[in-house]
């Protein structure tokens, strides 16, 4: 293993040590084992909540993106692991202005039970919440089972909309609403030239051989749709938009805002030569461009590879998206 | 006289203390079908609950929300949450009360197999705990009297067992053994036996 840090045990709260230090305009620490990102201050009275939570490794996801006109407040767990169910509640608990509080994750077993069992503890203490999950990572299970597909860097989205939907000052039921159609308006998929190492076990995620790439791999290594020959950026990308297309055809005059994802390696440098080939395929569809994003959005840690996320926009969501929000690693 | 906070924390502690004796049966059975962890769980469990006793509030539901807080805080396993999902349905059920009367047992039962079948995404006949939950509420149904329950219920489960036995698992990992479990008891169902077995 060679990697930057300390103790791998102190990996994560190192982290967020130096992260509130880097940026306390936009983040506090707070609730059981400081696990609990919040954004400084109270919550807002009357503003619904929005709280997501997941495993570490993600940066930006899930931590970065509390912030004004995101989220709310975010448990965090160790290196791609759930948070624990108290972590969960602090996080609920410290979003809630009195409005409700929307739980907005990734569809992960681990992350579901314990956010369920959250909501029953703090229903007892008179906070409701709703629940959205994200489920954009098209090569995770087939259009029939599609509630069962695993959320990825689309979530970043769901965070910008419903976050720019709960500063507007609308209700719980409202904000669900807009975040429901912002997961479900969202579609990606990847592809990784290398694993990462998760620090506590100190071993790569899963091994491929040195000019190989997997299309379709998840975000914790999990098994992709095809392993191959690595080939040129333009046919790469050319079968990453083929598999979100397929999924969901491009009509004419559609509006999309596509994301084109370091997985935490790969250079910005790469990622331009792969958006031109987005931006064509698009527009041979007869799908109009709006707000593309290019840059480290969703991570694995140190993972060579990139992610493609289209986001099919109406005038609500194009609305919610252009919205100011603010936080360390994104500003709009 | 009606469940109140000391009859909780009576039952809670003989339970807790019953599974310290259960402990490697219940690790020895699991480590044939799943981890082996499963008495580790309801150790590890019981004893978190044990240091939450003497600070429980007078209200029943508050009480098992506690106690359920309790359980998921150390055991990580899914056993653990499901059993900690049981308990948070029934504190909902009670909350505010300081009095719940014995004839509400098995709709608290019917409750907890309800919510636990929902988040662990299982069926009736898969043969886990849910069978047996499931058995217990509908043969308490009726009853008022906490040794009539708990008779009924002990009888109800090990029917239960009896009856699924040479079954073979049909999700989770014990599914993966599906063969290897024809023949043995699942280890969820034994672990419900023993907490009811602990209470008497």
């Known amino acids: ?332 | 006289m009606p469940l109140t906070r000391d009859g909780l924390i009576a039952g809670l502690s003989a339970v807790a203390d019953h599974m310290e004796t259960v402990a490697d049966v219940l690790n020895t059975l699991d480590g044939q079908l799943g981890d082996g962890d499963l008495g580790v769980t309801m150790v590890r469990g019981g004893r978190e609950v044990k240091t939450v006793l003497a600070d429980l509030p007078p209200e029943i539901g508050e009480s098992l929300m506690k106690v359920a807080q309790a359980f998921t805080r150390v055991s990580g396993s899914s056993y653990g949450t499901l059993v900690a999902t049981g308990l948070m349905s029934a504190a909902k059920a009670t909350r505010g009360r300081t009095e719940v009367p014995w004839s509400e047992v098995s709709g608290l039962l019917n409750g907890a197999f309800e919510t636990m079948k929902a988040r662990g995404k299982a069926e009736l006949g898969n043969k886990t705990v849910l069978d047996t939950l499931d058995a217990a509420a509908k043969a308490t149904n009726g009853l008022d009297d906490p040794r009539a329950i708990l008779a009924a219920a002990r009888k109800a489960v090990a029917e239960t067992m009896d009856r699924m036995r040479q079954t073979p698992a049909q999700i989770g990992r014990a599914r993966i053994f599906a063969d290897k479990s024809i023949g043995l008891d699942d280890p969820g169902m034994v672990a419900f036996a023993e907490m009811l077995k602990g209470l008497g």
């Not at chain 1, 992350?111 to 090569?139: K, P, Q, R, W, Y």
């Not at chain 1, 506590?200 to 975000?219: H, L, V, W």
């Not at chain 1, 990139?306 to 709009?332: G, Q």
């Open chain 1, 1 to 332: 293993m060679k990697k930057i840090l300390n103790d791998p045990f102190h990996y994560v709260d190192e982290l967020l040590e130096g992260l509130v230090a880097a940026h306390p305009e936009f983040y506090r620490r707070t609730g059981i084992g400081g696990r609990v990102i919040a954004r400084p201050g109270e919550a807002r009275p009357g503003k619904v909540g929005i709280v997501t939570g997941g495993g570490s490794g993600h940066l930006p996801v899930f931590t970065g993106y509390v912030g004004k006109g995101l989220l709310d407040a975010c448990a965090v767990g160790d290196v791609f692991a759930s948070p624990s169910v108290d972590q969960m509640a602090d996080a609920i608990r410290v979003a809630n202005g009195g409005a409700g509080v929307l739980r907005l994750y990734g569809n992960y077993g681990g992350d579901i039970m314990n956010f369920d069992m959250a909501g029953d503890i703090v229903e007892m203490e008179d906070i409701s919440t709703t629940t959205v999950l994200l489920t954009d990572d098209v090569a995770s299970a087939p259009p029939a089972e599609a509630e069962k597909r695993r959320g990825v860097a689309g979530m970043v989205y769901a965070f910008k909309i419903a976050g720019a939907a709960a500063e507007t000052g609308a209700d719980l039921g409202e904000v669900t609403r807009i975040a429901q159609k912002a997961a479900d308006a969202v579609r990606s998929t990847g592809v990784a030239l290398t694993p990462c190492i998760v620090p506590q076990a100190g071993k790569p995620t899963f091994s491929i051989a040195e000019d190989e790439m997997e299309i379709g791999m998840g975000i914790h290594g999990e098994p992709g749709v095809r392993v191959g020959k690595l080939e040129p950026a333009d046919r790469i990308a050319g079968e990453m938009i083929d598999m979100i297309l397929k999924d969901r055809p491009i009509r004419p005059g559609d509006r999309i805002s596509p994301l084109v994802n370091s997985l935490g390696a790969t250079p910005p440098e790469e990622l331009y030569i792969l958006y031109r080939t987005v931006k064509q395929r698009i527009e041979a569809a007869g799908g109009e461009i709006v707000m593309p994003l290019v840059g480290r959005y969703a991570t694995s840690m140190e993972m060579v590879g990139v992610s493609f996320t289209f986001c099919w926009l109406d005038e609500e969501l194009e609305t919610y998206l252009k919205a100011p929000a603010e936080c360390a690693f994104w500003r709009v």
